[in-house]
C-alpha cells in the first residue's frame, strides 16, 4: 500500500512538473530587436512603468550587423 501511494505522489509530481525552457534554432529571418527592447525598457523605468513582453520588437536577420 505505501508503494502504490509512492509511486503515485511520483507520478502526480512529474506529471506537474514543468518542462525546462529550450532554445530553438531556426533558419527564421527575422529575430528579435535588442536595442529597440533596451530602450522601451529604459523608457518604462523612467517612467516607473512595468513592462512585460509577450512578443519582442522584430527585425531582419540581413540587417543585423555581425558580433565582431
Known sequence: MKLILALSVVLLVAGCS???MQ???NDSPI???RAQM???DA???L???ENHWV???Q???DRVKPVS
Do not use: G, W
Request: proline fraction near 8%.
Open 43 to 45: 523608457q518604462a523605468q
Open 38 to 40: 533596451a530602450r522601451i
Open 55 to 57: 512578443n519582442c520588437p
Open 23 to 25: 532554445v530553438v534554432e
Open 47 to 49: 517612467q516607473r512603468a
Open 18 to 20: 514543468s518542462l525546462p
Open 31 to 33: 529575430v528579435c530587436d
Open 59 to 61: 527585425i531582419r536577420r
